[in-house]
């Protein structure tokens, strides 16, 4: 099978490049034919990615060498096409590696040339496709800061995002939405929304910690508007996934799971589509069941995940 590994030589900082010794090395050693391409800007690896699977009816494995968004690119050109894919996750937050074991297999290119195909959701998010998590509100408008952060001299990994959380906190929140979920229709103004495939965003962040990539349903949270005193004591729980918990009962917090569902906004808002920026009014989302292929890394595999009563 042909590999093609699609790398973001902005991601994490440079950390993509630094991929590239081992890829070349080990390829040529195990005589794999293989192509690299070095994405040029936002989109490019998209346009690739449609590009070369327009052009290969045989199946093809493509490795997404980045971040999230890199991942989100090659999937939204993949999509409904017959290839596998891959993952290097060497951006800055790698939120969707998260939700899977032994993360450093994801690393090891030996690992990835033996690892196992698997089927996996994705939420279709009015004609985009979104592997990891869809944020509205503070979470997003943590990723759009923290993008900000990522450019700036020794601000790694992680750290981005906990900077975006500080620099916002003075910041006027809450955003006024409507949803709609089986005919019915709610109006309120919320902190954040989540609509998660996975678990994690910015960076860590334990949004959905019941969300699993392959049961078919999207975990929906829906934050009110809560004092800065109050957002602090919650912060340290939203971050390891145990606010659910603490907030259980509260008239603050709405989280369910669901297959589809409608949000609307009286202005533009920015909404995250796995770490990427896009704008809406109206959004309509939807799980899509085991609709692309992943190859997990051998000795890798998905978190089991002990679902709790929803709120
Ligand atoms: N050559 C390039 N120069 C600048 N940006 C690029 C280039 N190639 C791709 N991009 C864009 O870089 C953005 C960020 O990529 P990506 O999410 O993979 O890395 P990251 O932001 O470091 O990681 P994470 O999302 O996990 O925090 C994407 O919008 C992608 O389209």
Redesign the pocket.
């Known amino acids: 099978m042909d590999t093609y590994f699609i790398v ?6 440079g950390k993509a490049l630094e991929l590239l010794p081992e890829i070349e090395g080990e390829m040529q050693r195990r005589r794999l034919p293989y192509e690299i391409y ?8 998209e346009d690739f990615v449609r590009k070369l699977t327009a052009a290969h009816p045989e199946r093809l494995r493509i490795f997404a060498c ?8 090659t999937i939204n050109g993949a999509i409904g096409k017959n290839v596998e894919i891959g993952l290097f ?1 060497v ?5 969707f590696v998260r939700n899977f074991t032994e993360k450093e297999k994801f690393l090891s290119l030996g690992a990835q040339l033996e690892g196992t195909a698997k089927k996996l959701d994705l939420l279709r998010v009015s004609g985009r496709y979104c592997v990891n998590m869809v944020n509205i509100g503070f979470d997003c408008e943590v990723v759009a800061k ?2 900000q952060w ?1 450019k700036r001299p020794l601000v790694h990994g992680p750290m ?1 995002y906990f900077l975006a959380v500080g620099s916002l906190f003075f910041r006027p929140m809450g955003k006024t939405l409507a949803f709609r979920r089986e005919g019915e229709e709610k109006q309120g103004k919320y902190l954040l929304c989540t609509f998660a495939n996975g678990s994690f965003c910015g ?1 860590a962040f334990c949004s959905s910690p019941y969300a699993r990539l392959d049961d078919g349903k999207m975990d929906a949270a829906f934050i009110g508007k809560v004092s800065r005193g109050e957002f602090l004591r919650l912060l340290p729980a939203y971050r390891k996934g145990a606010y659910l918990e603490k907030m259980a009962g509260r008239k603050e917090l709405e989280y369910f799971t669901c297959d589809q569902l409608e949000l609307l906004a009286k202005r533009p808002q920015k909404v995250s589509l ?3 920026i896009y704008h809406f009014r109206h959004l309509r989302l939807k799980m899509e069941k085991e609709a692309w292929t992943f190859l997990v890394p051998a000795g890798s595999q998905l978190m089991e995940k002990d679902r709790k009563e929803e709120t």
């Open positions: 973001n030589p902005a991601a994490g900082r070095l994405t040029k800007g936002r989109g490019d690896g980045g971040g999230d968004g890199t991942l989100h690119e996750p951006g800055t937050g790698n939120d923290a993008a990522k981005a960076g796995d770490g990427e």
